[in-house]
């Protein structure tokens, strides 16, 4: 693989300078979309600002290698583009990072010239996104500005990270089936399972209850929620000789992973340790870092972001409580089953918080769409309960 590294003799200034044509294309994309579909000039302008975070982030706010992986998936892109990778050998040959990096390389930008450029490759997938949620009416004046305001969000899909493209393919496969569309909803969880196979097997029950009670039309019904939650705690101890070994795995590699030491770590021993430590981690998984856990500028920025976060998720939780109860019951199962699940093997601070927030986004964006959520606090005197302009599709 032909060395790339040539670009850093350009200097600070002389890198972001070839990665202009990667801007204008996604400030073109926003202009273009933005006025055929009429989207409020304020959104655009947010979306724009976005487009200027590769160039702030990568050795300006933190050092390039502080994420090291973009490295990895910057190489892969130019490999593949190059010739020296083939693109059906990149998704079959069972690296997930080469996949991950074969389906960046479809996408109509120039070769990346350095790990900033991967960054906007993933800012064109969230900018798409958001179109395709405004265009669909997904969005209220909740989910809107949430999306755009993320900080975890904003950070991550301006990175060159495979993070965007794993948002991108489950935040569709929840759309489609929402939609009662599920052949397109199989078409955008299969990627998934390439690049992220753990998300792949918590959405994709999710996704099938989902399509079977009909949630965003019907509700799931408090009942039915009580009683797959008894299911699933009985398929849990049923599974627990075949799954403790495999989850000791994933605790160990991870914990090493982060720095940790094999012998050092805790492994679940048995059916009712297994059941404890899922809720009991996947609470903290929630939550995690606290501020005094933070050692470093970053981790400090994102406990402080985590008290803002998990505010508005109670004020959402706590409106759609009293709107639509049987269908909050829905997406309150999605959220235990993923942050117990990830809570299980997940250590690190940072690696938390980057697995975590696609789960924070679909819950907020589902939620206030199934639960008709435009606002946080009491309607009386607030225009911001009006709805967002319907999209004539």
Known sequence: ??????????????????????????????????????????????????????????????????????????????????????????????????????MLALLPFPSPVSP???????????IVLFFVLYVKNIFTKVSIWFYLLFPSMALYTALSLRETLILFFMVLTVVYARESKILKSILFIIPLYLIKFQN????????????IFNVSKKGMGLAKAVIISLISLAGLLLSAPIAIPQINHFRAAMFVEDGGKADEIMLISGAGEFVIEGLTSGLYFLSKPFIWEASGLLPLIQSFENLFVLTIL????????????????????????SMSVYGLVV???????????????????????????????????????????????
């Open 116 to 126: 900033i450029s991967l960054g906007f490759y993933n800012t064109f997938l969230y």
């Open 314 to 337: 109670f004020l959402i939780t706590r409106k759609a409580w009293m709107k639509s109860p049987d269908k909050l019951a829905f997406w309150l199962l999605f959220m235990a089953l």
């Open 347 to 393: 250590f690190n601070y940072g690696t938390a918080v980057r697995y975590r927030y696609p789960f924070f986004m679909i819950y907020v964006l589902f939620v206030c769409a199934d639960c008709e959520i435009r606002t946080l606090f009491p309607n009386k005197g607030l225009p911001s309960e009006n709805p967002l302009p319907k999209i004539n599709q």
């Open 200 to 211: 792949f097997f918590i959405l994709g029950p999710i996704v099938l209850m989902y399509f």
């Open 1 to 102: 693989m032909s060395d790339p590294s040539w670009i850093y003799t350009y200097g600070f200034l002389g890198i972001r300078l070839f990665d202009l044509p990667s801007l204008l294309i996604c400030l073109l994309l926003i202009v273009t979309v933005g006025y055929k579909f009429k989207v409020p000039s304020n959104y655009q302008v947010v979306l724009a600002l976005h487009c200027l975070l590769p160039f702030v982030l990568n050795d300006v706010l933190f050092s390039t290698s502080y994420m090291g992986d973009q490295f990895r998936y910057w190489e892969g892109v130019n490999a593949i583009r190059s010739g020296e990778l083939g693109l059906i050998e990149a998704f079959t040959g069972g690296d997930n990072v080469f996949q991950a990096s074969a």
